[in-house]
């Protein structure tokens, strides 16, 4: 079973950054595809950003030119730098990882299809972020 722990999360104001860390149990490179994800109160989840073995990504919309998502194999984390951070930033941010590699050896790691919940089998507890105006 992956674990994966965030960390990197509290309280800016509008304008700020965070950057976030996702630390895995297991070889990065070995799962294949990972991903952040958000859930603000009352909201579903939603994907932010998604990145590859092979260090693809893709974003949601609407961090696009104010997040960046990367990895570090040699530490097995994933980053999620926050930058101008907005109001509608505020939620609860959660790494996500495909443990089975079919997403990324499928070719679905960097699409549309896999910025759902669905598609990743093993979740950190999360991290809060609270961006304040």
């Known amino acids: 079973q992956v674990q994966l722990v965030e960390s990197g999360g509290g309280s800016v104001q509008v304008g700020g950054s965070l950057r976030l860390s996702c630390v895995a149990s297991?070889?990065?490179?070995?799962?294949?595809?990972m991903a952040w994800f958000r859930q603000a109160a009352g909201k579903e989840r939603e994907a932010v950003a998604i990145?590859?073995?092979?260090?693809?990504?893709i974003y949601a919309n609407s961090v696009k030119g104010r997040f960046t998502i990367s990895q570090d194999n040699a530490v097995n984390t994933m980053y999620l730098q926050m930058s101008d951070l907005e109001v509608e930033d505020t939620a609860m941010y959660y790494c996500a990882a495909d443990p089975s590699g079919h997403l990324y050896s499928g070719g679905y790691c960097i699409t549309l299809e896999a910025m759902n919940p669905r598609s990743f089998g093993s979740w950190g507890q999360g991290t809060q972020v609270t961006v304040s105006s």
């Open positions: 297991v070889p990065i490179h070995t799962m294949g595809c």
């Open positions: 990145i590859a073995n092979d260090a693809n990504t």
